[in-house]
Every structure is written in C-alpha cells, then in structure tokens.
C-alpha cells in the first residue's frame, strides 16, 4: 500500500492502493492531503517543440484536455498532475521532440508531497507564512510560483475550484520528507480561520 508523508486524519480507508484519510468536511476553509495525484516532471528546452506543444509558459498553470493540470514550474520545465495511476498514460500523450529537441521526464509521485488549501481565508492564511502578494491581480486563478511557504521553499499554484463557484484554492508541493512539517504549519495559521481536514476525493484534480 502507498503511504503519503502527512498522517491521514480518522477514518483511514485504502482507495487505488493508496492509504487516505476518507473524513469529509464541510468547513469554509479546508487542507487535504492530495499526495496520491500522479506527479510527473518534464524537463526541455524552453524555446523548443515540447515547450511549443504543451504551451504553458513560466508562472502559468492550465489544464490539458483530458484535465491535467501542466504547471509551468521552472525555466524549461513542467509538472503535471493527473488522477492516482496516471503515470504511464501522461508520459504516453507527451509530444516525441523531434530531432532538433530533447525532453527528461520523471515520475516524482512518491517523492514530492502535495496539499490543498481551499476557502475564501486561504490567501489571508497563505499571507500569514509567505511574503508573495496574494491579491487577483497579482495571483490570479492559474498563477504558478515558487516561494518560501512557513520558511520552507515550495511551489505553489492557484488553482481555484469551479465546483465550489471558483473559491479559492492553492496547491502547494514540497519535497515528501517535508510534507507532514507544511500540513501542520498550515493547520496552525489556519486555527483562526477555522481550518478544518478534509480527505482525498478522487480523481482528485
């Protein structure tokens, strides 16, 4: 069974082999623990054909037509999140480079932890322990950055969630080693907003 770095909160259940927390919250602002999506990491060059096909640029996050989520990380690299399992079948859609590019894809899955901050309060919780300007002008929906996140350097994509009439919502990546440390500096700036553990749903994104 796959485990995720960060304690998942009772009842603990095992969906597509992965050990989850199955707790539903209906609180205004909510963590959840999305480590199970499949993370695959892609790295070419910035002005070549795989850059040109999947088209986002640095500091942009969109979603592809089957609904994965290509966030341009890095200069020259990409990540993209997808539903537990996906791995094989992301890589599989990746355009070839053709002979005049190259492209390194890697599947990070189990080695980067990954949560959900949801609600209107996550950007003034998210304010609290990161100094970047969390205002739509700033950051709107599908901005991509990297950033020091309770002094721990994380990416951090808005990512607002339409089926909640497009609140607020930020995915935040770390290393796995450093999951559990993000999840609960979280929950503690978000005592006062009423923070509250909501489980994975999958497919998750």
């Given at each position: 069974?796959?485990r995720?770095?960060?304690?998942?909160?009772?009842?603990?259940?095992?969906?597509?082999?992965?050990?989850?927390?199955?707790?539903?919250?209906?609180?205004?602002?909510?963590?959840?623990?999305?480590?199970?999506?499949?993370?695959?990491?892609?790295?070419?060059?910035a002005d070549?054909?795989?850059?040109?096909?999947l088209?986002?640029?640095?500091?942009?996050?969109?979603?592809?037509?089957?609904?994965?989520l290509?966030?341009g990380?890095?200069?020259?690299?990409?990540?993209?999140?997808?539903?537990?399992g996906?791995?094989?079948?992301?890589?599989?859609?990746?355009?070839?480079?053709g002979?005049?590019?190259?492209?390194?894809?890697?599947?990070?899955?189990?080695?980067?932890?990954?949560?959900?901050?949801?609600?209107?309060?996550?950007?003034a919780?998210?304010?609290?322990v990161?100094?970047?300007d969390?205002?739509?002008?700033?950051?709107?929906?599908?901005?991509?950055?990297?950033?020091?996140?309770?002094?721990?350097?994380?990416?951090?994509v808005?990512?607002?969630?339409?089926?909640?009439?497009?609140?607020?919502?930020y995915?935040?990546?770390?290393?796995?080693?450093?999951?559990?440390?993000?999840?609960?500096?979280?929950?503690?700036?978000?005592?006062?907003?009423?923070?509250?553990?909501?489980?994975?749903?999958?497919?998750?994104?």
């Open positions: 069974m796959a995720s770095p960060i304690d998942p909160a009772p009842p603990v259940t095992v969906e597509q082999g992965w050990g989850i927390s199955a707790r539903r919250s209906a609180a205004a602002l909510r963590i959840s623990d999305c480590t199970p999506l499949t993370k695959v990491l892609i790295k070419a060059p070549g054909p795989i850059a040109a096909s088209g986002v640029p640095l500091g942009r996050a969109t979603r592809d037509p089957v609904g994965a290509v966030i990380s890095g200069p020259g690299e990409w990540l993209l999140l997808a539903p537990p996906w791995a094989e079948e992301v890589v599989a859609r990746l355009p070839t480079a002979e005049n590019g190259w492209m390194s894809t890697f599947d990070v899955t189990h080695g980067r932890a990954l949560v959900r901050l949801s609600g209107a309060s996550a950007p919780l998210l304010s609290k990161c100094a970047i969390l205002a739509d002008a700033v950051t709107p929906n599908g901005a991509a950055f990297r950033s020091s996140v309770a002094t721990l350097v994380t990416d951090v808005r990512d607002d969630l339409a089926e909640q009439g497009g609140e607020p919502s995915l935040l990546g770390c290393e796995r080693s450093s999951g559990q440390y993000l999840f609960d500096a979280l929950l503690d700036a978000g005592e006062e907003f009423g923070i509250d553990v909501d489980g994975f749903v999958f497919p998750g994104i």
